[in-house]
């Protein structure tokens, strides 16, 4: 168990390490700490080429998923002859007073539903329940494929 999460912390650092310099291919992040600069120390990494591969088979996985795992928020379930009208109402309710929110009306059977926010973290997403709570006391979260961030 340990394992794991030290090496999800390592892998995770490594793809921040890679996206905040700009590197196209996130292995190249092993190449570059294995660089010598001039009067700096070296870093020797021995490993194996699955673990190098780790980075790019991660972000190959978000890619066919055509997302990242994140969280939404509902704010409106229901099912029956007027749930569509009452579910695009409460959907365009919400737009007229949270136009920058990302917000969605969808039907999985029985119900429609609407969802608001692309949040990455829970705690982002509970942040944001919190703003709203006045005007969607029910609101809930739940976790969700996101669009990649912008």
Request: proline share 4%.
């Amino acid at each position: 168990m340990v394992n794991k999460v030290l090496f999800s912390g390592l892998l995770l650092f490594l793809l921040l390490m890679t996206e905040t310099t700009g590197a196209q291919n996130p292995s190249d992040i092993f190449s570059r700490l294995q660089t010598a600069t001039p009067g700096q120390g070296t870093i020797q990494i021995r490993q194996d080429n699955e673990i190098r591969d780790m980075p790019n088979l991660h972000l190959a996985q978000q890619k066919k998923i055509n997302g990242i795992y994140g969280y939404k928020i509902s704010i409106y379930r229901g099912s029956g002859q007027q749930t569509r009208k009452d579910a695009e109402l409460t959907r365009s309710k919400f737009l007229s007073k949270y136009e920058s929110v990302h917000c969605e009306l969808q039907f999985e059977y029985p119900n429609w539903k609407v969802y608001v926010g692309t949040f990455r973290t829970k705690s982002e997403a509970l942040q944001f329940r919190e703003k709203i709570s006045n005007d969607y006391p029910d609101a809930f979260i739940r976790e969700d494929i996101v669009a990649f961030p912008d």
